[in-house]
């Protein structure tokens, strides 16, 4: 233990020293460009934070973050844009995406069609971690044109380990032993995988399936103690979704998930979409304690409607799920828990923009909700669910510029989010569209 902290910290040192010199290497060759100024006039704000639309509105960007948002227009910048007519809000986040699968080439193309449709932020949620992490590299330096990546490693049993998914994102490692795809068994050296999944670049750890309650407890402290976020599906079976919240998990996905906390046990994680939603009512005590601890701990709750009502996981118990987890999405948000949008599938085909917008609009047209509910969850409410609040998903001085702006007012109809006219990533304009 010693000999390898000693080591660690001899090399980030020598780290530390090499980064010095590379940035003084950096800035002398080539400076890095800076963003002109741009002033937004006269355009109507919808900041995130779920409060009612303020016309009249200038909002100036400088050095990639919002510098003020202010009714005066007496600001001056190297650029301005025309607000008028114009409705502003934070870029989208996707707060459920899945990385692998693509080949770069089609990968980083799909990318730049989902920031041009107005994503600014990605959530990879399990991945083969080596390949998300070079994407995310690309997009932070600027390599390519892409919403911010950030990205979690993934934590389960070992009876996850033979899932084909699992085994093509870890090649060249035994299924289980990659740092971003671990087994976690009853002899795992937790301090050492939660330092891997660090190493690999993940600042969170998914807890996927197969734990029990009393692993996921010890998980969640070695995560507390290493600073890594920990996430989870809303069932990792046989811990149930209040086992989950109990170790500290700050997001949990798929509301249909949620009926385990009720529903009779099963050690068959494969099942986890079939949960007794007869038995478990969305509005039910057990349900409502569940949303309660949520709340009161912080726990973030990403839905995935669209998947599971009309796209690839819709099933022959889709009748009972989907007005279940309509319903128990809608119970969460009057409850005050806060809902992170996000997909589990970026883009589908026939739909020429990110599948974001669908899920918002299922969001309102199924679960009941807003649509001012639903931009900010997939505004503030998915940049609080990722960590990351402080810096983004608000239209707000000192905030990451990364907007959006539409030709008519999405908190009256939803589908307006798709009449994209600009799209502007850390104060640069990355994409504009004639009105249509
Ligand atoms: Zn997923």
New binding site residues.
């Given amino acids: 233990m010693f000999d390898s902290t000693f080591r660690a910290g001899a090399t980030a040192a020598v780290i530390a020293t090499l980064w010095a010199l590379g940035v003084a290497f950096v800035s002398a060759q080539a400076p890095t460009p800076t963003v002109p100024s741009l002033l937004i006039r006269n355009v109507t704000l919808v900041d995130g934070n779920g409060g009612t639309p303020r016309s009249g509105v200038n909002v100036l960007l400088r050095e990639g973050l919002v510098a003020s948002v202010t009714s005066a227009a007496t600001e001056e910048a190297a650029l301005t844009l025309d607000g008028r007519g114009l409705f502003l809000l934070p870029g989208l986040t996707d707060a ?1 995406v ?1 990385l692998s699968g693509m080949s770069w080439t089609e990968r980083t193309a799909q990318l730049k069609r989902v920031l041009q449709g107005g994503v600014t932020m990605v959530y990879d ?2 991945s083969d971690l080596r390949n998300t992490s070079d994407l995310a590299r690309a997009a932070l330096v600027g390599e390519i044109e892409s919403p911010t990546i950030l990205y979690a490693a993934l934590f389960a049993g070992p009876a996850f380990f033979t899932d084909p998914r699992v085994v093509a994102t870890s090649r060249g490692y035994r299924p289980g032993d990659a740092p971003w795809n671990r087994e976690i068994a009853p002899g795992t050296d937790l301090v050492r995988a939660v330092a891997e999944a660090r190493g690999a670049g993940a600042t969170s750890i998914k807890l996927y399936a197969a734990l029990d309650a009393a692993t996921v407890r010890r998980i969640g402290e070695e995560a507390t103690r290493q600073d890594v976020r920990l996430i989870a599906h809303s069932t990792v079976f046989p811990a149930r979704p209040s086992d989950l919240v109990a170790a500290g998990v700050k997001y949990l ?1 798929h509301a249909a998930y949620l009926a385990w906390e009720g529903s009779p046990p099963t050690p068959d994680f494969p099942r986890r979409a079939r949960g007794d939603f007869a038995g478990v009512p969305a509005d039910g005590p057990v349900m409502t304690r569940l949303l309660q601890s949520m709340k009161d701990n912080d726990v973030a709750l990403n839905p ?1 409607l669209w998947i599971f009502a009309e796209g690839p996981g819709k099933d022959d118990l889709a009748s009972l799920r989907t007005p279940w987890m309509f319903a128990v999405t809608k119970r969460a948000q009057e409850m005050g828990v806060t809902l992170a949008a996000g997909v ?1 599938s970026l883009t589908a085909p026939g739909d020429p923009l990110p599948m974001i917008h669908k899920e918002l609009e299922v969001m309102v047209a199924g679960a009941g909700l807003t649509p001012l509910q639903v931009i900010t969850a997939a505004t503030r409410g998915a940049a609080h669910a990722l960590g990351v609040d402080d810096q983004r998903g608000t239209v707000a001085p000192g905030k990451v510029a990364d907007l959006l702006l539409v030709g008519a007012d999405p908190t009256v109809n939803i589908r307006a989010t798709r009449l994209i006219r600009h799209v502007i990533k850390a104060g640069r304009i990355v994409h504009s569209a004639a009105p249509r």
């Fill in positions: 459920h899945h949620v399990a996905a995935t589990d």
